[in-house]
Structure formats: C-alpha cells, structure tokens
C-alpha cells in the first residue's frame, strides 16, 4: 500500500515506515554476510579473505546503484507528496533507463578490468585467484544489484513489500550458498553464483510488482516513458550520492590495500569485522534514506515544520537502534565474529575484536550524522551533504595511513573511523540547521528546484 508521509505524527510515522526499511537492509547485507560466513566456515580463511578483499571492489559499484535508487527515490517522492501522478510515472520510467545504461557501463568494466582492480589493491598471490572468481560472477549479476524498486517502494511510502522480498531473497541466499559449496564443492564460485541466482529472481518479481502497481495509479493522461528535465533532476541528486558512495569506496580500497600490507590473518579479522560494522552503517544509511524519502515528501506538499519534526523524530530512532548494537559488537565482538570463522588464527581474532570495540561506540555519533544526511539528501542541499561526507572520507584515509605506520600498527587504522565520524557529523548538523525549514522558507529555495505545482 502506497503511504502518505505528509500526515499524522511525524514521530509514528517514520517509526511505521523506517522499521521495515531497517529490517529490509538487515536481510539485504545478509547477502554478503552469508557470502563471508560460508567462505569462513566452509572453505577458508583464505577464502574469507578472498571474498573480503572482492567485497571492497563491489562497493564501488553498489555505489553507483545506490546513487541511481537514491536519485529516483527522492525525486518521485517530491512528485508524489505533490500528487503529480503523471510526472512520478515519468520519473520512474526515465530512472530506468538511467539506471540500465550506468549498469551497462559498469559491467565492461567489471568484466574488463577485474584482475587489474585486484592488482591495483595490492591483492596477495595466495587470495588473488578467488577474488578474481568472485569478482567476475557477481559483475555478471550486475543488472540485479541496480534495480530501483526498493526506491520507488519507498517513495510511495511502501516499505513493508522491499522487506518481504529482500527477507524472501536473503534468506534462500543462505541455503543455495551452503548448498552450492557442500553440495557441489563449487568452492568460492558457490558463494558468487548463489547471490547472482537469489538476486537475480528477487529483482524480477519487484519490478513487475512495481509496474502493476503503477498501472493501478490513475492520472488523467498518460505519462511519458522519458523526459530530459526530470532525467535532470534525478541527476542532480544521483550524481553526489553516488559520488558520496564511490569515493567511500574508493577510500576503503585505499585502507583495505594498506590492511592487505598486514598479512592473511590481519585481512580475514577485518574482513570478518567489517562486514558487522558495515551492516550497522548500511542500515543507518538505509533509515536515512528514508527520512530523505520523509523529508522530500513534505517538501512537495510545503509542509516545512515537519521536517523539522521528522529531524528530531528520526535521531530518538537511531539512537535507541544503536544501544543494542554496541552492546552487542563491544562485549560480545568475539562471539558474532566466530559465525564467520572456523578455527580462527588468534592474530585474526583480535584484529576483529580490537576494530569493534572501538568503532562501536561511535555508532551514536555517525547515525545523528546518517539522519541529518537524510534530510539534506531528501532537501536537495547535495552541496552540503558533500562537504561532510568527503571530510569524513579524507579523515579516515590519511589518518588510516599516518596512524599505521606508528606503534600502534593495524590498530592505528581503525582509530581512523572515529575522528572522521565526529568531525563530519558536526558538519552535518550544522548544515541541517541552516536548510530552508530554518525560517519556513518555500521548498522552491532548496538547492535543487523541482516542478511540484
């Protein structure tokens, strides 16, 4: 069911639409913690490693499919909440063919230059076949990770169908993965082929979800299958997110290829921790998204106070969120990092364990940042958004390289996350409180203008 977010208690609304949102992303993340688990228990620590090491390249192109989602998502929310039906078909439509020639793109080059991204992060001899493996299937499966339904579920206040499938999907992603690599002895290739074939049929059956449910959607002509100025303004809001995503990954690439100067044990304890961290991350982000969603919906109904409202609401969430996760990753690190590791090295255990503890207690600082990013992303302000994603991304870089090469080592990187995470939510929250809701200003003077009238 189609949701408006223009009304009722901001506080219970976003509770009502970013719970599933939450839990959608837990089991979307699944998908490559299943991948790491099997790996770990099943095949290797190399093979951890393996998939570890491949999984920082796929970033960059799940980066550009989360700037596609995001662009369309917030763009057919403002037409939405304006009740411009006509325009919201055309948006999502145009989204479409946006996001299949970015995908189309992508998979040259990740079917070209596989071995040289490998190379170019310093890939050790040892893990570079599998990696490679790994990273070519999943650029085969390529057109399943840039689907946008997610998005246009969400821009039609619907999150609770995305939970359905993604729980559907991640959870038989699970069972091919063990069935493929016990059943068959297809190794690393078992993992990469059961996310292509679990991906694959989730990604089918939303889209002919999302068309019927267009079809049922009354307008009073009929919409264009493309339009150039609506085709703009996904643009405009696509290019920074993705450029946010990218160069996030492009920094991680940069601190895996330092990690990788460790050794195999080292590799295998972060790849292991940073798949835990990265699922608390990626659903913060994923709940920003929905205040962006939020946030866009009532700027098409110039509804400006509930953004506001909404702000504050979607800040009492994360946190309350985030209490249970640090509990669990500060005392309890060793045990969720076993699930990943048969019979751990003990270096790799405590890279693990060490990145944790002091990541986690962070999370309340990074998720207020994640909310106030919503707001801006869902806003237009992509300007702002980019001044503090991009000082948190060059913090963690540099200070990842200056602090590893001291006493402190391997340690010395993970001390990085902190520092750039404060720094950029201070930004973030400085840039929230200067946005147009400051003075009940018109959605017309946010920094991307669209036609909502």
């Known amino acids: 069911m189609n949701k408006d977010l223009t009304v009722g208690n901001p506080e219970k609304v976003l509770w009502q639409f970013c719970l599933p949102l939450f839990g959608s992303i837990i089991f979307q993340q699944l998908y490559n913690i299943a991948d790491s688990l099997v790996a770990g228990k099943f095949i290797g620590e190399n093979a951890l490693a393996a998939v570890g090491n491949s999984y920082e390249i796929t970033l960059i192109f799940i980066a550009f499919a989360f700037g596609c989602n995001m662009g369309c998502s917030v763009v057919v929310s403002k037409l939405f909440g304006a009740k411009d039906f006509k325009g919201m078909k055309t948006a999502v439509y145009t989204a479409c063919i946006f996001s299949a020639f970015v995908c189309v793109c992508l998979m040259l080059i990740g079917i070209l230059g596989s071995e040289a991204l490998l190379k170019l992060i310093r890939t050790p001899d040892e893990v570079f076949a599998d990696s490679k493996l790994y990273l070519d299937i999943y650029a085969w499966g390529l057109p399943f990770v840039f689907y946008i339904a997610t998005g246009i579920f969400s821009a ?143 700027l098409g109904a110039r509804k400006m106070p509930r953004i506001k409202e909404g702000f504050r609401a979607g800040v009492k969430m994360v946190w309350m969120l985030s209490l249970p996760l640090f509990l669990l990753y500060f005392f309890g690190g060793n045990i969720v990092l076993k699930l990943f590791m048969d019979e751990p090295t003990e270096l790799a255990m405590h890279t693990g364990i060490i990145y944790l503890k002091i990541l986690s207690p962070f999370y309340f600082v990074v998720s207020a940042k994640l909310v106030a990013d919503g707001i801006l992303r869902g806003a237009g302000l992509m300007k702002n958004f980019m001044v503090a994603t991009f000082t948190d991304l060059i913090l963690r870089v540099v200070l990842a390289f200056v602090f590893s090469k001291t006493a402190l080592g391997a340690t010395g990187i993970w001390c990085a996350w902190p520092v750039g995470w404060c720094v950029a939510t201070t930004l973030s929250i400085m840039f929230y409180r200067r946005g147009p809701w400051k003075n009940g200003q018109t959605a017309a003077e946010s920094s991307v203008e669209m036609n909502v009238d």
């Open 156 to 298: 039609l206040g619907d999150s609770k169908t995305p939970f359905y499938f993604l729980a559907a999907s991640s959870t038989s992603n699970i069972a091919v993965d063990i069935w493929f690599v016990k059943g068959f002895n297809m190794g690393v290739a078992g993992v990469a082929w059961a996310t292509f074939l679990c991906q694959g049929i989730s990604c089918i059956l939303a889209m002919v979800v999302i068309f019927r449910r267009l079809a049922k959607i009354e307008g009073k002509e009929k919409a264009p299958f493309f339009d150039k100025k609506i085709l703009m303004q996904i643009v405009v809001i696509a290019v920074p997110s993705t450029l946010q995503q990218s160069f996030i990954s492009l920094g991680n690439i940069v601190i895996q290829s330092i990690i990788n100067g460790f050794g195999a044990p080292v590799m295998a304890g972060y790849s292991a921790a940073v798949k835990l961290n990265n699922l608390v991350i990626t659903s913060f982000t994923t709940l920003g998204n929905g205040i962006s969603n939020y946030a866009a919906q009532n």
